[in-house]
T-cell receptor, first 114, second 113 residues
Framework: DAGITQSPRYKITETGRQVTLMCHQTWSHSYMFWYRQDLGHGLRLIYYSAAADITDKGEVPDGYVVSRSKTENFPLTLESATRSQTSVYFC?????????????FGAGTRLSVL | DAKTTQPNSMESNEEEPVHLPCNHSTISGTDYIHWYRQLPSQGPEYVIHGLTSNVNNRMASLAIAEDRKSSTLILHRATLRDAAVYYCILRPPRHSGNTPLVFGKGTRLSVIA
């Protein structure tokens, strides 16, 4: 069974530091997504990618950078972490076949910015 | 994306059926109805989806109203492991997997032993 892996699972950092959250999937899915989940807001889309070297902004992209040099990896970087970026981050991937419009999520990274 | 409305919370006894409702009165003719759930401290997971006909899989059943303005996710025998937040999400088919999911607040299901 294929999988989607996020690392680290937990991260504590300080305001102003750069942090990179990793996401790796073994399905070779074209689409990958980053969401954040905060109490009272549910999951919100940060960035997504349709293929290697193709990325697009979501609902809350400010303060984040993504890259996708390989299909299987989609790292999310907080260039200068702020307390408001304390959240749980979920990565997801998706097939592109019509009728297979299903997203598969990682276990999440819990980030605390002090 | 069309909006869905779900109760904030529901409670069920273990081993009893659970019917989780979702209203989507502004659904378009081609929108699919998807259900995801999120177990505590985990990422969301796909449960089931359908267009017009009722659907069954190993996890649950999906009953879709004839006018498609509402649907019900049915867990036939709730277990403690089914305690989660359940999300009803409408998905336009034309995007074929590239549309990000738009999550509402969902329904928090509690299962009592």
């Amino acid at each position: 069974d294929a999988g989607i892996t996020q690392s680290p699972r937990y991260k504590i950092t300080e305001t102003g530091r750069q942090v990179t959250l990793m996401c790796h999937q073994t399905w070779s899915h074209s689409y990958m997504f980053w969401y954040r989940q905060d109490l009272g807001h549910g999951l919100r889309l940060i960035y997504y990618s349709a293929a290697a070297d193709i990325t697009d902004k979501g609902e809350v992209p400010d303060g984040y950078v993504v890259s996708r040099s390989k299909t299987e990896n989609f790292p999310l970087t907080l260039e200068s972490a702020t307390r408001s970026q304390t959240s749980v981050y979920f990565c997801a991937s998706s097939e592109t076949s019509v009728g297979k419009n299903i997203q598969y999520f990682g276990a999440g990274t819990r980030l605390s910015v002090l | 994306d069309a909006k869905t409305t779900q109760p904030n919370s529901m409670e069920s006894n273990e081993e009893e059926p659970v019917h989780l409702p979702c209203n989507h009165s502004t659904i378009s003719g081609t929108d699919y109805i998807h259900w995801y759930r999120q177990l505590p401290s985990q990422g969301p997971e796909y449960v089931i989806h359908g267009l017009t006909s009722n659907v069954n899989n190993r996890m649950a059943s999906l009953a879709i109203a004839e006018d498609r303005k509402s649907s019900t996710l049915i867990l036939h025998r709730a277990t403690l492991r089914d305690a989660a937040v359940y999300y009803c999400i409408l998905r336009p088919p034309r995007h074929s997997g590239n549309t990000p999911l738009v999550f509402g607040k969902g329904t928090r299901l509690s299962v009592i032993a």
